[in-house]
């Protein structure tokens, strides 16, 4: 019996790559269309980790937790918000590197069906989540934002993702669920947190965005960030950052940049 | 052939292992034929898409990132520093009542972690499943914390959580499911523990959801923390863990607690009065532009906080005047109208939903019954401890003459019989001597229920005067030891010894502030001198936690640490009002003065027969004495 649904098992998995193979392939999904989670709406942040760098502009030299090399430390130790408000630079602490952890609402909406965009309310910065095809150019030297290219990153089914032979089990499909996945570069260089901790043009960020639907009906975003950056950190600096859903637009407030 | 037929027949004429092969084989070339034949006309239908959930796979070792709030969790938080955190009055009042020097109690010497802060800790982890050996399902999923040693079982097969009256621990009790791309778990039954390691309490009605995600050797961990004792709102917090390719073969964390302090007063337990925490000045000093908030609140943790106008700290140093607070904990005693038994440990049992915890022990000889509940389910009573035990209750003992711990007297006495005294001289005096239960007590519970015209029947017969009373039976050597003016004149504490069972009466309660009944001879220190006679004959089984069982008068079945918050408790609320007697505060005053104000979302009534205002009143009348 045990070698029959063996063989049934082999059979119909056969059967589905042939099916595969015989059909047209399907016109991709929008991304839009195709998305396992929801993220649009307003996420405001839940600031019960890093208070006192996150609420507050820290005191110069004070860079507990980040992974800094020397090259950064001497950086973040001419730290002086004045001269950066006189370069037009005041948005330093609000690039990618930084913004999420700032405490500012986001508003998450599809700018198109290909593009997802986020609206900080600190520093009113805005980034645009390329997905596969989409073009968002950068500017010339590059924003504060850089170019972000965003994937929809599903969890592999209860066997596997791939088909019989194809490297992945003998399971088909994908389960439920998933996350977004960002990447960004070509940023302009910023501070990981406002008191001048540095990041430079060449860090990659990775960022994944889970959503966790709560007992009770509140909505959870958890962000997890990795940034790697050989000029300034000595190992990839690991952070996940949490927010939670409003209903509506309440207390949304964006504001300028502030150096200080 | 249909495949069932094609199926059938081949069952039918099937003799061996290898012929069920070659035909099994047969058949899938045959299904494979037909479904290259589908497979070539388009529209195919194809397997429906399984919107099932991964199964996460967490086994191998992980080293947490410590690339937030690292000096909290790495050399320790700042004395005052409760940033970040929603803590509401109580939890705010508790942690700046906190002295770390209370570490150096033997009881707390030995503290685990609870497991929120277990997953926040230093030290490397190690997750591993337990899967059937028959059916390879997924059992559990376990994750071992090198720092305290902190264990924590993620059941998977479906279990429910136990009942609110069950023992509570470090790790809790977690179930888990396979969510989209987490395992979600749910966890309850935690422990007493702090939220972080300068005194910020997380109760034991704290319970969590947590989130699992895996992506490669990178792990993130979210707990949503509801504790609506120390809380304003639930507490979440993220945690990234690394992948480690080998064992650091370094897993355990030995504890054993010893004297630190010589020549300390038992009944010493290191605290701050109200506004009086050396910590709140240094950390204002060292932290001149993160003043505002460092008390905590829900409000801090929002953006809002960051723009509007600093807080005054100082203001939230006290209590709050005129506040006055309820407990919001989860009544673990069963409302249902049913008697409910708990297996402590061997032959020992707690029946709960008589409105006061009843302990029965069984064995060759008739069962030993401590308390006897209200009485209202006694008929209830005695058919679950005929289901225990085909004999006749034989002994029963009482811990105070309280009518939650003697309510049942008479019919529990009424349904059993004492064979040990029929046929002896007793027995010729008295012709109704072994006709019933013996009930055993202090002296002062029988002449408190003679004065209160009990039923003669329903009164102990059994009596002693002194320290204690000492009986073998079914197995197990039984002593009551006298706790002398502590809830009232008359209480004992019952220890089963080889089961190592300590049945506390209303000495401790998982429910209420302890009920000293100053008019029956009840008094704090009395209350304090118990709880630490209690203290003085538990013994942890590990990281201090289990070993010796407590069974509340009310309340969840408890071990050492329970006892030992409660003893710390009734010790500090008894520091302030003896403090503000020394003062010459009015009793008015002092319960203006809110001295429970830290434990009042716990332990706190407003009505009902023991409100914290009756506590207070009994702690300040017996300080006055």
Do not use: C
């Given at each position: 019996m045990r070698a029959l649904l063996t063989g049934l098992v082999l059979a119909s998995s056969i059967a589905i790559v042939d099916a595969q193979r015989g059909a047209p392939p399907a016109p991709p999904q929008a991304p839009r269309n195709a998305a396992p989670i929801d993220l649009t709406?307003?996420?405001?942040p839940l600031i019960t980790e890093d208070?006192?760098?996150?609420?507050?502009?820290?005191?110069?030299?004070?860079?507990?937790?980040?992974?800094?090399?020397?090259?950064?430390?001497?950086?973040?130790?001419?730290?002086?918000p004045a001269r950066d408000e006189a370069a037009g630079e005041q948005c330093r602490g609000y690039g990618v590197g930084g913004v999420m952890r700032l405490p500012g609402r986001l508003r998450i909406t599809w700018q198109d069906d290909r593009t997802l965009k986020i609206e900080t309310e600190a520093g009113s910065q805005v980034r645009t989540l390329a997905f596969g095809g989409s073009t968002v150019a950068p500017t010339a030297d590059g924003d504060w934002q850089g170019v972000s290219r965003a994937s929809w990153d599903r969890p592999e089914g209860p066997m596997g993702s791939g088909a019989i032979f194809g490297g992945g089990g003998f399971g088909a499909g994908r389960a439920s669920g998933g996350s977004l996945k960002v990447v960004t570069t070509g940023m302009k260089p910023g501070y990981l947190r406002k008191n001048g901790v540095p990041y430079s043009a060449s860090a990659v960020i990775t960022e994944y965005f889970d959503r966790f639907d709560l007992d009770g009906g509140d909505v959870l975003m958890v962000v997890a960030t990795e940034t790697v950056d050989p000029t300034y950190l000595s190992q990839p600096y690991w952070t996940s950052t949490h927010f939670k859903r409003q209903a509506n637009a309440t207390g949304w407030n964006p504001t300028a940049c502030s150096a200080r | 052939m249909e495949p069932d037929r094609l199926l059938g027949t081949m069952t039918a004429v099937a003799k061996d292992r290898w012929s069920r092969r070659t035909r099994a084989i047969a058949l899938a070339a045959v299904l494979l034929a037909g479904a290259r034949t589908l497979g070539q006309a388009p529209p195919v239908a194809a397997p429906p898409a399984q919107a099932s959930s991964a199964a996460i796979d967490l086994s191998g070792y992980w080293t947490p990132a410590l690339h937030e709030d690292s000096t909290e969790r790495g050399a320790g938080p700042e004395m005052a520093d409760y940033s970040g955190l929603p803590l509401n009055e109580a939890g705010r009042l508790f942690a700046l009542s906190y002295d770390p020097s209370r570490l150096t109690l033997r009881h707390h010497q030995c503290d685990g972690y609870v497991a929120p802060y277990q997953m926040r800790a230093l030290g490397n982890s190690r997750a591993w499943e337990e899967r059937d050996p028959h059916t390879h399902q997924l059992v559990a999923i376990h994750w071992f914390s090198q720092t305290f040693e902190g264990k924590r079982t993620i059941w998977m097969d479906g279990r429910a959580h136990p009942p609110a009256y069950a023992p509570h621990s470090w790790m809790g009790f977690s179930t888990g499911r396979f969510v989209g791309t987490a395992l979600a778990v749910?966890?309850?039954?935690?422990?007493?523990?702090?939220?972080t390691r300068n005194g910020v309490p997380e109760s034991d009605q704290a319970t969590l959801q947590e989130f699992f995600v895996r992506r490669g050797d990178h792990l993130t961990h979210t707990v949503v923390v509801t504790d609506p004792v120390y809380l304003e709102e639930p507490?979440?917090?993220?945690?990234?863990?690394?992948?480690?390719?080998?064992?650091?073969?370094?897993w355990l964390f030995p504890c054993d607690d010893g004297e630190q302090v010589l020549d300390r007063a038992p009944d010493n337990v290191p605290n701050y009065l109200f506004g009086q925490n050396p910590g709140v000045a240094e950390y204002r000093k060292k932290h001149p532009t993160a003043q505002s908030g460092h008390l905590g609140g829900g409000a801090t943790i929002y953006p809002a906080f960051a723009s509007g106008p600093p807080r005054n700290e100082s203001a939230l140093e006290r209590p709050a005047g005129g506040a006055r607070v309820a407990s919001v904990a989860v009544n673990p005693e069963p409302t249902d109208?049913?008697?409910?038994?708990?297996?402590?440990?061997?032959?020992?049992?707690?029946?709960?939903?008589?409105?006061?915890?009843?302990?029965?022990?069984?064995?060759?000889?008739?069962?030993?019954v401590v308390d006897t509940g209200t009485g209202r389910l006694a008929d209830k009573t005695i058919a679950a401890i005929a289901r225990l035990s085909s004999r006749p209750i034989q002994f029963i003992a009482n811990t105070s003459f309280h009518a939650d711990r003697t309510g049942g007297n008479l019919k529990l006495r009424t349904s059993g019989a004492d064979p040990s005294v029929r046929g002896t001289f007793f027995s010729l005096q008295f012709p109704g001597a072994g006709i019933g239960a013996t009930i055993m007590s202090h002296q002062n519970v029988a002449n408190r229920m003679n004065n209160a015209k009990a039923a003669s029947d329903a009164v102990p017969t059994d009596t002693y005067l002194e320290e204690r009373r000492r009986t073998f039976h079914n197995g197990d050597a039984i002593e009551l030891f006298w706790a002398p003016n502590a809830v009232t004149d008359g209480d004992s504490l019952v220890h089963f010894r080889r089961a190592d069972v300590i049945v506390a009466g209303n000495v401790f309660t998982t429910t209420r502030f302890p009920f000293i009944d100053v008019a029956n001879g009840g008094t704090v220190d009395g209350e304090i001198r118990a709880l630490n006679d209690i203290l003085a004959k538990t013994v942890y089984e590990h990281q201090g936690q289990g070993g010796t069982l407590v069974v509340p008068g009310h309340g969840y079945l408890s071990d050492e640490h329970e006892v030992v918050e409660y003893r710390d408790m009734v010790v500090i609320v008894r520091d302030r009002i003896r403090a503000l007697v020394r003062t010459g505060a009015t009793l008015e005053q002092v319960k203006a003065a809110r001295p429970t104000a830290d434990y009042d979302t716990r332990y706190g009534a407003l009505t009902g027969p023991w409100t914290t205002e009756m506590f207070v009143e009994a702690v300040y009348r017996t300080l006055r004495k």
């Open positions: 709406g307003y996420w405001i208070w006192r760098y996150r609420v507050v502009t820290p005191p110069a030299g004070d860079y507990t937790s980040v992974p800094m090399n020397p090259a950064a430390r001497k950086i973040a130790a001419s730290w002086d | 749910r966890t309850t039954h935690l422990k007493q523990g702090w939220f507490l979440v917090r993220t945690t990234d863990y690394a992948r480690q390719p080998v064992d650091h073969q370094n109208g049913e008697v409910h038994v708990l297996r402590v440990r061997d032959n020992v049992y707690m029946l709960v939903g008589d409105g006061g915890n009843i302990v029965v022990q069984v064995g060759a000889e008739g069962p030993f």
